[in-house]
């Protein structure tokens, strides 16, 4: 997949000028509303120190902001063994040389994202809801899709945009929250006409400050869109069982939990769109993501593991004649049948059952399995007493022993 590599590399490049343009423009607009032509420039300077200084956070430190914002956790193996069983078995099946982090996204709600620099600095974060509920075939399809993102580089451009879409929307809200009190008493002293004059700047300045985020969530999600498509079709190449990855949609469209650390800035990073409408998922011109039933029709179709497969299926499904893959990956002419249901390349902790727990979302076992995960992800520890009655000591605990209190047993810590 070079050829979608190096289009990744110059899309960002564009993405870089555009945003830039953007930004700049917006900074112009509202430093001529604020006090005339020569503070435009000055708004443009200032927009220019923005953009440099968001572009050098978005490198090096956006993907550690956009997990923070996500409310998502890093954990380690003891947390969940299976979760790291399985991206260590798609880092293998990718040929990356790192394994990437792994965090758990403190929701009941069903999704996962991967971000990062590049694969050598990588992460995949996964919300506590889907691990209650996911099988390992499933689990193992969502993350060949946030690997298959991470190998085709699409993690630095979803990173770079989100953050410079987040300081593009955060200029024009400080702006339009702040430009009567900064404004109005200087009209008061105007005169009529200057006075007019000014007040048809600021409208344009507050219709541009609308329309600029608008743009560049356009921008941005433009080519979200193609990207998902690619991603499944790259996870079915990873773990040549496409059902895994759709039984794992179907669950996650069907879910009614709510994403509540997502936005809009951070909604295309996500395997599906996590946001909700009316208590529907989506479906307008500014969707992040294509039709989840959509995708898991043409995962359903597929004959075997490849890209020209998923083209052809792809085309079937959807009725388009467009060319989806890049050029590189339909020059590919091996097809990989599809291994059995279970089969792991690692070999798995003893222990560990194959399908998921029999709670339904929104259940009481759901709620207590996605809780317990985020408490061990905080570095809570589970203690079982013998009479049945568990234990959940929060990591602050200082004692050295601790009494049940139904049977008396005195445990040491």
Same mark, same amino acid.
């Given at each position: 997949?070079?050829?979608?590599?190096?289009?990744?590399?110059?899309?960002?490049?564009?993405?870089?000028?555009?945003?830039?343009?953007?930004?700049?423009?917006?900074?112009?607009?509202?430093?001529?509303?604020?006090?005339?032509?020569?503070?435009?420039?000055?708004?443009?300077?200032?927009?220019?120190?923005?953009?440099?200084?968001?572009?050098?956070?978005?490198?090096?430190?956006?993907?550690?902001?956009?997990?923070?914002?996500?409310?998502?956790?890093?954990?380690?193996?003891?947390?969940?063994?299976?979760?790291?069983?399985?991206?260590?078995?798609?880092?293998?099946?990718?040929?990356?040389?790192?394994?990437?982090?792994?965090?758990?996204?403190?929701?009941? +709600? =069903?999704?996962?994202?991967?971000?990062?620099?590049?694969?050598?600095? %990588? *992460?995949?974060? &996964? /919300? $506590?809801?889907?691990?209650?509920?996911?099988?390992?075939?499933?689990?193992?399809?969502?993350?060949?899709?946030?690997?298959?993102?991470?190998?085709?580089?699409?993690?630095?451009?979803?990173?770079?945009?989100?953050?410079?879409?987040?300081?593009?929307?955060?200029?024009?809200?400080?702006?339009?929250?702040?430009?009567?009190?900064?404004?109005?008493?200087?009209?008061?002293?105007?005169?009529?006409?200057?006075?007019?004059?000014?007040?048809?700047?600021?409208?344009?300045?507050?219709?541009?400050?609308?329309?600029?985020?608008?743009?560049?969530?356009?921008?941005?999600?433009?080519?979200?869109?193609?990207?998902?498509?690619?991603?499944?079709?790259?996870?079915?190449?990873?773990?040549?069982?496409?059902?895994?990855?759709?039984? +794992? =949609?179907?669950?996650?469209?069907?879910?009614?939990?709510?994403?509540? %650390? *997502?936005?809009? &800035? /951070? $909604?295309?990073?996500?395997?599906?769109?996590?946001?909700?409408?009316?208590?529907?998922?989506?479906?307008?011109?500014?969707?992040?993501?294509?039709?989840?039933?959509?995708?898991?029709?043409?995962?359903?179709?597929?004959?075997?593991?490849?890209?020209?497969?998923?083209?052809?299926?792809?085309?079937?499904?959807?009725?388009?004649?467009?060319?989806?893959?890049?050029?590189?990956?339909?020059?590919?002419?091996?097809?990989?049948?599809?291994?059995?249901?279970?089969?792991?390349?690692?070999?798995?902790?003893?222990?560990?059952?194959?399908?998921?727990?029999?709670?339904?979302?929104?259940?009481?076992?759901?709620?207590?399995?996605?809780?317990?995960?985020?408490?061990?992800?905080?570095?809570?520890?589970?203690?079982?007493?013998?009479?049945?009655?568990?234990?959940?000591?929060?990591?602050?605990?200082?004692?050295?022993?601790?009494?049940?209190?139904?049977?008396?047993?005195?445990?040491?810590?």
């Amino acid at each position: 997949m070079w050829e979608l590599i190096r289009a990744n590399r110059r899309k960002s490049l564009v993405l870089f000028v555009m945003m830039g343009v953007i930004l700049l423009l917006l900074g112009f607009v509202i430093g001529t509303a604020l006090g005339g032509p020569e503070t435009g420039y000055t708004g443009i300077i200032i927009a220019t120190l923005i953009w440099l200084v968001m572009t050098l956070v978005g490198i090096y430190s956006g993907s550690s902001i956009l997990l923070a914002s996500s409310n998502a956790v890093k954990v380690e193996r003891s947390v969940h063994p299976r979760l790291f069983n399985v991206v260590e078995e798609m880092q293998m099946s990718a040929g990356l040389k790192k394994m990437p982090e792994v965090y758990i996204i403190q929701s009941d +709600a =069903l999704n996962a994202f991967a971000t990062g620099r590049n694969p050598e600095n %990588s *992460a995949i974060a &996964v /919300t $506590a809801g889907l691990l209650a509920v996911a099988n390992r075939d499933e689990l193992q399809g969502v993350v060949a899709h946030e690997m298959s993102h991470i190998v085709n580089r699409d993690i630095r451009f979803m990173t770079f945009a989100g953050i410079m879409l987040g300081s593009i929307v955060l200029i024009s809200q400080v702006f339009m929250r702040g430009m009567f009190y900064s404004s109005m008493g200087r009209y008061r002293g105007s005169s009529k006409d200057n006075g007019a004059g000014q007040l048809i700047i600021m409208a344009v300045a507050l219709l541009f400050a609308i329309l600029a985020p608008i743009a560049a969530q356009l921008l941005y999600f433009a080519v979200s869109r193609k990207r998902e498509y690619l991603a499944d079709a790259s996870a079915v190449k990873l773990t040549r069982y496409p059902e895994g990855l759709a039984s +794992a =949609l179907e669950k996650i469209s069907g879910s009614t939990a709510d994403l509540e %650390s *997502a936005n809009k &800035v /951070t $909604a295309p990073m996500y395997i599906a769109n996590p946001l909700k409408a009316k208590g529907q998922r989506m479906r307008n011109l500014s969707s992040t993501h294509p039709p989840i039933e959509e995708r898991i029709r043409i995962l359903r179709a597929l004959s075997g593991a490849s890209y020209i497969n998923y083209q052809e299926t792809w085309q079937q499904v959807t009725g388009r004649n467009a060319r989806l893959m890049p050029g590189s990956a339909l020059a590919e002419t091996e097809t990989m049948a599809f291994r059995q249901k279970g089969e792991a390349l690692i070999p798995e902790p003893a222990g560990l059952p194959f399908d998921a727990p029999a709670a339904t979302q929104g259940s009481k076992a759901f709620k207590r399995s996605a809780g317990n995960l985020v408490m061990a992800a905080n570095g809570f520890r589970f203690l079982d007493c013998s009479c049945g009655l568990k234990f959940k000591i929060p990591p602050g605990f200082s004692g050295k022993e601790l009494k049940c209190s139904r049977c008396g047993t005195v445990h040491p810590l």
